[in-house]
């Protein structure tokens, strides 16, 4: 009838919690991390990876039971899968969908790449500052030494989970 059996990977659906839809194929563990999911917290979680997306050709999927996601959590997401879309479920039915973007100003979640930049002093550490250059391709600019940071860049940095300062 529909499409042949072996041709998808089903998932179940989830009762309460966030479904993070349409991350670029192969940033769902980047995902996790940023977000500071290790697997030892006690959520059930899904990770689809590669699967068919309309949109995107292959897209990734990471489905989180319980837990739903703060608005800063949403805006570090958007750093590394600008693609991405938020479902909130609550009682197995989507209750809100949210576009991430990409705020105009990043505070205080990303280290800044320059070791001489004064966000990096040991002594008196300030918090970090970084200015939206471009969209797409993504490029952030360090408000105190200048410093151009590529999505690339970004990946790495976020690479073992939000740097707080
Ligand atoms: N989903 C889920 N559990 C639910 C409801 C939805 O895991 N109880 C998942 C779906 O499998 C899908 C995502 O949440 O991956 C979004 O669901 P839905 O809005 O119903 O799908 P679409 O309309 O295809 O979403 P979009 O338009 O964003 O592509
Ligand atoms: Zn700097």
């Known amino acids: 009838m529909s499409s042949e059996p072996e041709a998808t990977l089903t998932v179940s659906k989830i009762r309460f919690g966030t479904v993070i839809d349409h991350i670029p194929s192969g940033r769902a563990l980047n995902v996790l991390k940023v977000l500071g999911i290790r697997g030892r917290e006690g959520y059930r979680i899904a990770v689809l990876m590669n ?6 050709g292959r897209k990734d999927i990471v489905k989180i039971e319980g837990k739903i996601l703060m608005p800063e959590e949403v805006s570090v997401i958007a750093l590394i899968a600008p693609t991405a879309t938020i479902n909130i479920v609550k009682d197995f039915r989507v209750v809100e969908k949210r576009r991430v973007e990409v705020p105009d100003r990043i505070e205080g979640l990303l280290r800044c790449p320059n070791p001489t930049c004064i966000t990096n002093k040991e002594r008196e550490p300030i918090r970090t500052k970084f200015r939206l250059v471009s969209r797409n ?17 970004i990946i790495e940095l976020l690479g073992n989970g939000i740097d707080k300062r």
Not at 51 to 56: C, F, G, R, W
Not at 142 to 147: L, P, Q, S
């Open 51 to 56: 699967v068919e997306s309309k949109k995107l």
């Open 137 to 153: 391709p993504l490029v952030l600019q360090c408000e105190y030494c200048g410093t151009m940071v590529s999505e690339k860049d």
